[in-house]
């Protein structure tokens, strides 16, 4: 199981926002969340509430195992995207597809043309593994 600074990371990164966002936003100093980010304090359970809060997941994301977590950020990603965009991308396995296609949705690119770059993207990925 990854660790809970670890895992705070992931959901940071998946969220897109910096440490320094999320401190701001927990009213809480950015040597704080950079020590919880990379296991040096541990946080009590009303912290993690803030934290599950602010960042609108559930707070047993923190503690669940690396599938499950996996799981729920994947979901958690997918539920901002339209509902063609889902399907497409859930026919791929999840993974960079699923970050590219939710970075590119909140552009002005329509679905189709999400589904374009992601396919583009996936096939220089496949040629260039060859």
């Given at each position: 199981?990854?660790?809970?600074?670890?895992?705070?990371?992931?959901?940071?990164?998946?969220?897109?926002?910096?440490q320094k966002r999320f401190s701001e936003l927990v009213g809480k100093e950015d040597a704080y969340i950079s020590?919880?980010?990379?296991?040096?304090?541990?946080?009590?359970?009303?912290?993690?509430?803030?934290?599950?809060?602010?960042?609108?997941?559930?707070?047993?994301?923190?503690?669940?195992?690396?599938?499950?977590?996996?799981?729920?950020?994947?979901?958690?990603?997918?539920?901002?995207?339209?509902?063609?965009?889902?399907?497409?991308?859930?026919?791929?396995?999840?993974?960079?597809?699923?970050?590219?296609?939710?970075?590119?949705?909140?552009?002005?690119?329509?679905?189709?043309?999400?589904?374009?770059?992601?396919?583009?993207?996936?096939?220089?990925?496949?040629?260039?593994?060859?």
């Amino acid at each position: 199981m990854d660790s809970f600074g670890n895992r705070l990371k992931q959901i940071l990164k998946s969220k897109g926002m910096t440490q320094k966002r999320f401190s701001e936003l927990v009213g809480k100093e950015d040597a704080y969340i950079s020590k919880v980010c990379n296991d040096k304090f541990n946080v009590s359970l009303d912290t993690l509430l803030q934290f599950a809060s602010v960042l609108e997941v559930s707070p047993d994301i923190f503690l669940k195992d690396d599938d499950a977590a996996g799981n729920d950020m994947v979901k958690d990603a997918l539920r901002d995207l339209s509902p063609d965009l889902k399907e497409f991308i859930r026919k791929r396995p999840n993974g960079p597809w699923l970050v590219l296609a939710k970075d590119l949705s909140e552009t002005d690119l329509t679905p189709d043309q999400v589904k374009k770059v992601v396919e583009l993207w996936e096939e220089t990925v496949r040629n260039n593994r060859l």
